[in-house]
């Protein structure tokens, strides 16, 4: 969503909205022209959507899609009803427990799918957002970890690599999380998110880079600075959260 840079939609609404034909017809469109590129079997499309798309299941303009709940569980829930473990209807029932907020049952999904294609970079890393997200930072990292082997290119799994480091319980997190943060920020320094969350990080730590408290919370001020002017005007509507941060920098500063 928004703090990664992307739109609030997030993927799966945002496919809803331009139409998974659309999305399946750029895809083909890139797979077959990327012929040199490293990351084009990103581009393949899963064998799910050609179904979804045979089915009629586009998204808004026929009224469902992946958001239409009932009826994606149900289709992929008798894939797996049919065909036990099938992987790609386990990731994607996945991936729409964890959109539901239900990661418990979403990481079940991702340990099935995982068992079967332990290579499954992308299970590996929303495996390893649900474990963030119930703060089980060395799950976290082991999770992040496993897709960074597979798929070193995932910025994805790099940031949240550096959130994992932040909310586990290791003695050297804040320095290590420090590094994923700028590791994720080196491979893409337009993407917002990583500057966001070493503003934080600075707000919440003392990090070796820094000599005192009144630098530690300067250094956060610059990054919410820099954060601001990558991501461009606050267009959600109502209060900035963002000005939370940098107030309680501020009055951090006056201590």
């Not at 290791?170 to 320095?175: H, I, K, T, V």
Request: charged share 30%.
């Amino acid at each position: 969503g928004a703090p990664m840079g992307h739109p609030k939609s997030a993927s799966f609404r945002t496919a809803d909205m331009v139409g998974l034909d659309t999305f399946a017809h750029v895809s083909d469109n890139c797979f077959s022209s990327l012929t040199s590129d490293e990351d084009r079997k990103v581009f393949e499309v899963p064998a799910y959507i050609r179904a979804m798309v045979e089915k009629k299941l586009l998204g808004d303009k026929t009224k469902a899609g992946f958001y239409r709940r009932g009826k994606a569980e149900a289709v992929f829930g008798e894939v797996l009803r049919r065909s036990p473990g099938h992987v790609e209807a386990s990731f994607k029932l996945g991936n729409l427990h964890k959109d539901a907020g239900r990661f418990g049952e979403a990481a079940r999904l991702y340990g099935v799918v995982l068992q079967r294609r332990p290579d499954y970079a992308e299970a590996w890393v929303n495996l390893g957002y649900c474990w963030l997200v119930a703060k089980k930072g060395e799950e976290a990292i082991e999770a992040f970890n496993h897709a960074l082997e597979i798929w070193p290119t995932s910025f994805e799994a790099r940031l949240n690599l550096g959130s994992a480091y932040r909310v586990s319980k290791l003695p050297d997190r804040a320095e290590k999380a420090r590094a994923e943060y700028l590791r994720a920020q080196k491979a893409d320094p337009r993407a917002p998110a990583p500057v966001f969350n070493l503003g934080i990080l600075y707000l919440e730590s003392q990090l070796s880079d820094v000599a005192n408290g009144e630098a530690r919370y300067q250094k956060a001020l610059e990054y919410f600075a820099q954060y601001r002017d990558l991501r461009g005007a606050n267009t959600g509507g109502g209060k900035d959260p963002l000005e939370d941060y940098v107030t309680e920098a501020k009055n951090l500063l006056k201590i």
